[in-house]
């Protein structure tokens, strides 16, 4: 029976028993059971002899079988001495262990993060804040609806880029803005604006006519009561007043004509009472209109608008007063 040796075991019985001489002291059995041992050693030399410096593969290692699954398992991990430093220095000499699952199945979330890692996705944000974006970010989806970037994550809500008639870009917002000096703005679907602009505003039609008015154009406005000839009840929107301090403005033709739009009866527009706290009832403002004899009459033509802090707003250093 064949011997599983080490090769220097082999080395040294063909060394005793294939004598360097044609003496006639070799028998066949010296050299069968020599070819023997070593056959019967090669897979114990190959795989526990030192490989990387006296025993290296020369030439490709080639697993694989006639229809049958062949497959070349590592327990201890496959180890690339060869790898260059400047692709990343803690790979050189590192032992792989793990498998690799392949290019469709990377877990972004499982890679180092270092700016020594190849970085092709430049379009992304880095989490930790290394780089700025490189290139455009395209929230318009081919044939689809515009996408709306927000910290809701809520649908149409935050910002939304889009194109008017003329192909001409067009900022869509949705919700409350903050602005730098913590001053904010609700704008359901306009432009955001700041302190300086109307909170809310109204042109409409309070002639009489049935008996109510009828609104041409709003914005923040709830509801458009008349509760007597001269007399309306305008009440906002909730959330757009931090208090009842808001500056409202009005104006009417004081005629119930429309024949001549272009003439009005000397009047002046009351806003006075102002009502609500957003929390038990709605904020609210009366409209009262009255002519040069004190009278209480209707108007074809009415404006309103009024400016003010929202919640939350900080207000501007306090004027000098005297």
């Known amino acids: 029976m064949p011997t599983i040796q080490d090769s220097g075991a082999i080395l040294t019985s063909i060394g005793q028993d294939l004598a360097d001489n044609n003496a006639g002291l070799i028998s066949a059995q010296d050299v069968r059971h020599n070819m023997e041992d070593t056959v019967a050693s090669i897979p114990n030399i190959v795989s526990l002899s030192d490989t990387e410096n006296t025993y290296y593969f020369r030439n490709n290692v080639k697993v694989s079988g006639d229809g049958s699954v062949s497959r070349f398992i590592t327990e201890g991990g496959i180890q690339f001495p060869n790898t260059p430093v400047d692709y990343h220095p803690s790979l050189a000499n590192n032992i792989q262990v793990e498998p690799y699952p392949g290019s469709g199945k990377l877990d972004h979330g499982l890679l180092e993060s270092s700016s020594l890692l190849d970085d092709d996705h430049q379009q992304y944000l880095l989490a930790n804040g290394d780089r700025s974006m490189v290139g455009n970010l395209w929230t318009y989806p081919t044939g689809g609806e515009p996408n709306w970037i927000g910290p809701s994550g809520n649908d149409n809500e935050g910002i939304q880029f889009t194109y008017d008639s003329n192909d001409k870009v067009i900022a869509n917002f949705r919700g409350r803005i903050v602005y730098a000096d913590n001053s904010t703005s609700q704008d359901v679907y306009g432009s955001g604006t700041a302190k300086g602009s109307a909170k809310a505003w109204c042109n409409f039609d309070a002639s009489g006519v049935a008996g109510t008015p009828?609104?041409?154009?709003?914005?923040?406005?709830?509801?458009?009561?008349?509760?007597?000839?001269?007399?309306?009840?305008?009440?906002?929107?909730?959330?757009?007043?931090?208090?009842?301090?808001?500056v409202a403005i009005g104006n009417a033709n004081a005629t119930t004509s429309t024949g001549s739009e272009e003439d009005f009866d000397v009047n002046t527009v009351g806003l006075v009472l102002r009502q609500g706290d957003d929390a038990n009832t709605l904020r609210s403002v009366t409209y009262v209109i009255r002519n040069d004899a004190g009278e209480y009459v209707d108007a074809d033509l009415c404006d309103f608008v009024a400016y003010g802090l929202g919640p939350n707003t900080i207000a501007d250093p306090s004027p000098t007063v005297s």
Not at 214 to 221: E, G
Not at 226 to 242: C, E, H, M, P, Y
């Open 214 to 246: 009828t609104i041409r154009s709003s914005y923040n406005i709830h509801s458009l009561e008349r509760t007597a000839q001269g007399k309306l009840v305008i009440t906002f929107v909730s959330g757009i007043f931090a208090d009842n301090n808001y």
